[in-house]
């Protein structure tokens, strides 16, 4: 039965990542994200995973990172929020830590590094005493 399960949640996750389209038509300012990870049990300060995920524009923009341990069902963590964020505010950089929303309670600290295609935002134009 778990591996029934585990295999529908497979194919969900293959289509919600296709319906996450691609990172160069979500997010044509961007060159690429990475997000680092060290996987840690809720109850213990030792991390037994550390792991890392490259976005460039051909990458399904799909955040949402499997939790690793075995057997947590509907878990996971959500960092497409965190994303959005720093991209609203054009940020380069944050870290932080989650905690898995499935069974089993890990979670994970993780940094996350955006390089745009423009090396700086353009700051807003001030306004002249003329153009007012």
Do not use: W
Not at 81 to 107: F, N, Q, Y
């Amino acid at each position: 039965m778990l591996s029934r399960q585990r295999n529908a949640e497979k194919f969900e996750r293959k289509q919600q990542k296709l319906d996450a389209g691609l990172m160069s038509s979500r997010f044509p300012d961007v060159a690429t994200i990475v997000i680092s990870m060290d996987y840690y049990y809720e109850d213990s300060g030792l991390s037994f995973m550390q792991r890392t995920v490259n976005f460039f524009p051909g990458s399904a923009a799909y955040f949402h990172m499997e939790c690793m341990k075995h057997g947590c069902v509907h878990g996971g963590f959500d960092l497409e929020p965190v994303i959005r964020t720093m991209l609203k505010g054009h940020k380069a950089s944050s870290k932080g830590e989650l905690v898995c929303h499935g069974d089993d309670h890990t979670r994970i600290d993780y940094k996350i590094a955006i390089q745009y295609n423009n090396a700086a935002p353009k700051a807003p134009q001030r306004r002249t005493a003329r153009q007012r």
